[in-house]
């Protein structure tokens, strides 16, 4: 009992640190390819290549002056940016990280908990993560913060739909399981999901970008028309959690896009490079090789998220409403119909 | 511990929550606060099928209840922007008549529930009794006509729903 504590408390503290790390690195990695995309440098002052910068950032907000309004609800004011960043660091918990590893003659899963509703558990958090950003917004007493909560919330209940009905598709083809251990294992002989459901996952990463408040669907922050949107009375580290929470969602985004779509820790001709290696199961060098493999296709995803940051211009509202209702939910119940009639004809479901 | 089980423990933990938070709901003067507890109730109450084996009945709950429905309701609720000062006073007379109505209502509950024999699933039926998979075969073999009745009527609300908020029929 005490080491399967243990063993959970480090997994636990593990995925904990690595989402703040990921986070932290891609706040400087943003910088360095929006520089590299607009021909500029970036940071590169703190530390060799600006790898310090992070760091420094951080610091910056702990130092700030912290600014709570007169009018505003205090405990709800506090409440909003640690529920938004409570919601963003819970979902990296039912994501499995890499195969399972054998320490000291026992054979541990790495991965806090495989739950067997592990993908409405994803669906769950994410739809709670929305009441971060309204009770931030409507606590600030702000016209332009309710304004930017609302657009938040409208958007996400409007684009959690059609990412719904796309993964359902998703899980039909992989067997009915709503474990996201057994779907990346599903992955792991043949081919990646993507392969099956190619409409499914552009629905996906469309309805992902939303949900992660990311440019182009980034209005409900819009500094063109609110200020700062739901932050902008804010100030020092809850300005802080509210941006970082929207880099650790873009990283567990990318990493359940990477589970879902693209075989999670599996590559091509894995087993055949494990065998020629000469590793056994459970043996560490295969969680590590697999834990590379995932995080590359992380990184790929994370740096894509960025890439159409800085290339794309925002929607405008009713552009955004109307691309969600009129062309993703359609399209996503189309790819199911399809998947349904695919997977009927082929033997694998029956009435 | 005091002779009770674990889940016993929780069971009285999650509905003293549950009846705390859903009286905080109607005692709280800010609109606001009383859909953020009932948001919370929702939350003990997605709890209480987790004592009872169910977790795909939990987290739908808890993705539906809390993650949709609560989300809109505070989102007309902030929109109505709701305060004491211009909050209608209500009469003595209607407030005796919604506590006569809400009594009768507790009566019938408790009523039903007294002649009902205890539920004993936590009990007697396995864990897997909850799962995605058996749920959905009940609901497709055993309880097929209700649940197509109670899809009906939810396609029935969507379509008037529809049907008030278009600005004019063509």
Not at chain 1, 264 to 292: C, H, R, T, V
Request: net charge neutral; with cysteine.
């Amino acid at each position: 009992m005490l080491t399967f504590i243990i063993y959970k408390a480090i997994i636990c503290v593990a995925v904990f640190a690595l989402s703040l790390a990921v986070a932290a690195y891609s706040t400087l990695w943003e910088r360095k390819l929006s520089a590299l995309l607009q021909d500029r440098v970036g940071p590169d002052r703190a530390g060799p290549f600006g790898l310090l910068q992070p760091l420094a950032d951080g610091g910056k907000m702990f130092f700030k002056e912290e600014i709570i309004p007169n009018v505003s609800n205090k405990f709800l004011f506090i409440l909003g940016p640690s529920l938004f960043m409570l919601t963003a660091l819970m979902t990296g918990s039912v994501i499995p990280w890499c195969k399972d590893v054998y320490v000291a003659g026992k054979l541990y899963s790495v991965q806090i908990t495989d739950i067997n509703i592990g993908v409405l558990f994803l669906f769950g958090v994410v739809s709670i993560g929305v009441y971060g950003i309204m009770i931030g917004g409507w606590a600030s007493n702000n016209k332009y913060a309710l304004l930017g909560a609302i657009r938040a919330s409208s958007q996400m209940i409007s684009y959690e739909i059609a990412m719904g009905i796309a993964v359902i598709a998703l899980i039909i083809t992989s067997g009915g399981t709503l474990s996201l251990r057994e779907i990346v294992e599903q992955q792991d002989a043949g081919v990646a999901n993507v392969v099956w459901q190619p409409l499914g996952f552009i629905i996906f990463f469309v309805c992902a970008l939303a949900e992660t408040n990311r440019a182009p669907f980034d209005l409900p922050e819009c500094e063109a028309e609110l200020v700062g949107g739901y932050h902008t009375e804010y100030s020092s580290m809850k300005l802080g959690l509210f941006l970082f929470a929207e880099y650790i969602n873009m990283f567990i985004s990318s990493a359940v896009m990477a589970a879902f779509y693209f075989g999670g820790y599996n590559f091509p001709f894995a087993q055949e490079l494990y065998d020629a290696m000469g590793l056994a199961d459970g043996s560490k060098w295969i969680a590590i090789i697999g834990f590379g493999a995932y995080f590359t296709k992380i990184a790929i995803f994370i740096s894509v998220f960025m890439w159409i940051r800085w290339t794309l211009p925002r929607f405008r509202y009713d552009q955004l409403m109307n691309l969600g209702w009129r062309y993703l939910l359609p399209l996503s119940l189309l790819n199911l119909g399809i998947t349904v009639a695919v997977e009927f004809f082929r033997g694998h479901l029956h009435f | 511990m005091l002779g009770y089980t674990i889940t016993q423990w929780l069971f009285g933990i999650l509905s003293f929550l549950s009846i705390m938070f859903g009286l905080m709901v109607v005692f709280s003067r800010n609109p606001v606060n009383s859909v953020l507890y009932l948001v919370m109730t929702f939350f003990c109450i997605a709890g209480h099928y987790l004592l009872l084996n169910s977790q795909f009945l939990a987290i739908v709950h808890i993705v539906v209840y809390a993650g949709a429905i609560m989300v809109l309701f505070l989102f007309v609720i902030m929109l109505m922007d709701l305060n004491q000062d211009n909050e209608p006073q209500k009469t003595w007379l209607t407030k005796i008549i919604a506590g006569i109505a809400g009594g009768l209502m507790l009566f019938v509950l408790v009523g039903s529930l007294k002649g009902s024999e205890q539920l004993g699933i936590a009990q007697n039926g396995s864990s897997q009794i909850g799962t995605v998979k058996n749920l959905g075969k009940v609901l497709f073999s055993e309880f097929l006509f209700p649940f197509e009745i109670a899809s009906i009527l939810l396609l029935a609300a969507l379509v008037g729903s529809i049907m008030i908020g278009k600005k004019e029929i063509k």
